[in-house]
């Protein structure tokens, strides 16, 4: 059987490969690129639009980026680092919806004010320490904080309906910040890629084994999961950006650097309402604080979402316990991931976070009245009948070695790379497809160093201005490139925003 041969080869059919072929395609336009995608559609698993939080995940409201120190002062390092890497997202796809790539950017971005929301002396105290800790630096210049009601109820009115006049409440809020469908951006990047030569996309396609050949290359085996058709491709690259079952992938290569990495998969669950009479009442993403004992993707959150161009409503999410990584995976997933080389950190990690695991098999047998009683929290006047149950997509949270030796759970992404830089995959959950780029980034810094040189940098510095620059430290370099992409996608403008009272306030 003769091998399709190509320069990369893309597993997933998700935020994190479109991202990449993208960034390929523009470096160099020669690359041949297949993209391999189980399913039969692009963006089904963890990026398609409600298997997500759909937050364009900046740290504006994220509070669970921001925590107190020992000292007793606010952690920014996490928040300065996502706010930073959520701008070159918006700094690519802003050049993309400029060089006609990307449709109109309504379709898949959309002003929704970031907003925290916190109740009690002791989250108040914190919000309040927050604020006046973010509000100094550059990033963060545009955060607004009030412990006034009448404000709040300006902000969002539902989570003030009904609630006790004498509760000691703050908010926090971001004016632009944005829901993002991310669905739609990779469909749209991926309809982008097939209309250039030398791209090609297999749906229905799964991959059932790889090796490197002696060569260098990668053999990879895939079938045709409808015709059940056997095919092999080779190729000189391979990432896989598989969501939960790139663990499995990264396994199966045998790759040095993927050994001691085990996964821990969270579900999670959506209530969602359509009824306009409620939806029409709120427009922002409203987080507020982690219940004790939950996983940082567990951070509640009442939330505006745009889809498709209809605007809905979601509370949760509602994490709970499985052994898939997928969505569509298998309950055997997890056992069939444990390997000689991650038990050990897989069983420390067992031992450690037992409390996690009960909170999470708890968390998946509430009733329906005990999820509503939860958003009671953030809308008092919420009714059962209004909210209907909706499953979200799977996150796999990383578990590798600790310094010594065992296991700690991570919760992040990280990109793993092969010493001869042939394959990379990518790891982890939140805040996942908001940091694509930067992500993406760093496998082609580690994997294509020689595309980034001379015109490649210059290419570079076209799609994402700041590009080896920090936002950080530079706020003149901020104010330019933060004015070019607010203008670009139309963030903060009414030709995106959905008629609301709340959406200018």
């Not at 959520?86 to 449709?103: C, D, H, I, K, R």
């Not at 908010?171 to 097939?194: I, M």
């Not at 290359?217 to 079952?245: C, P």
């Amino acid at each position: 059987m003769t091998a399709k041969k190509v320069d990369v080869l893309l597993v997933g059919a998700g935020a994190m490969s479109s991202t990449l072929g993208t960034l390929l395609k523009q470096l160099d336009p020669s690359l041949t690129i297949a993209m391999v995608e189980r399913l039969d559609q692009v963006a089904q698993e963890s990026t398609d639009a409600l298997n997500n939080a759909g937050t364009g995940h900046a740290a504006y409201c994220e509070l669970n980026y921001t925590p107190l120190k020992a000292d007793g002062n606010i952690d920014t390092t996490k928040a300065f680092s996502i706010n930073s890497a959520f701008e070159l997202s918006l700094q690519l796809w802003s050049f993309l919806v400029e060089e006609g790539a990307l449709p109109n950017p309504c379709r898949f971005i959309n002003t929704a004010p970031h907003s925290s929301f916190v109740w009690g002396e002791e989250n108040v105290n914190f919000l309040r320490k927050r604020y006046e800790t973010l509000k100094q630096h550059h990033l963060f210049t545009a955060i607004e904080y009030s412990e006034d009601p009448e404000v709040i109820k300006q902000w969002m009115p539902l989570i003030m309906q009904g609630r006790a006049a004498d509760e000691k409440i703050a908010a926090t809020r971001v004016a632009y910040g944005s829901d993002v469908n991310f669905g739609e951006l990779t469909r749209s990047l991926v309809k982008n890629l097939q209309q250039q030569e030398g791209f090609e996309l297999l749906l229905n396609t799964k991959v059932k084994g790889l090796s490197q050949q002696q060569d260098k290359t990668w053999q990879v085996s895939v079938k045709n999961t409808k015709t059940g058709d056997a095919s092999t491709i080779n190729a000189r690259f391979v990432f896989v950006g598989a969501g939960g079952a790139a663990l499995t992938l990264l396994q199966k290569s045998g790759i040095p650097e993927g050994h001691g990495y085990a996964g821990f998969p969270v579900s999670g669950q959506w209530l969602i309402c359509n009824k306009p009479s409620i939806v029409d009442q709120h427009y922002a993403k409203v987080y507020g604080k982690a219940p004790i004992g939950a996983p940082p993707m567990s951070v509640p959150h009442l939330d505006t979402r745009i889809i498709d161009g209809k605007k809905t409503l979601l509370f949760g999410p509602y994490a709970g316990f499985t052994t898939k990584f997928l969505k569509t995976g298998s309950i055997t997933d997890l056992p069939f991931s444990i390997r000689p080389n991650n038990i050990i950190p897989l069983m420390a990690v067992g031992m450690k976070n037992m409390d996690l695991t009960r909170y999470l098999i708890g968390e998946s047998r509430q009733s329906h009245s005990a999820r509503v009683d939860s958003l009671r929290k953030y809308f008092p006047d919420a009714k059962d009948e209004d909210w209907d149950l909706s499953i979200a997509g799977q996150r796999v949270q990383i578990i590798k070695k600790d310094a010594q030796g065992k296991g700690k759970l991570e919760f992040g992404t990280e990109v793993i790379v092969s010493a001869d830089k042939s394959f990379a995959a990518l790891l982890g959950a939140s805040p996942g497809a908001s940091t694509a780029v930067q992500a993406m980034l760093e496998v082609v810094e580690r994997s294509f160093p020689q595309l980034i040189e001379g015109e490649g940098k210059a290419r570079m510095l076209r799609m994402i201005p700041s590009y080896k620059q920090s936002l950080v430290d530079n706020a003149e370099l901020l104010k330019t490139v933060r004015e070019r992409t607010l203008r670009v996608l139309l963030l903060g403008s009414d030709m995106c925003i959905a008629e609301h009272p709340t959406a200018k306030s």
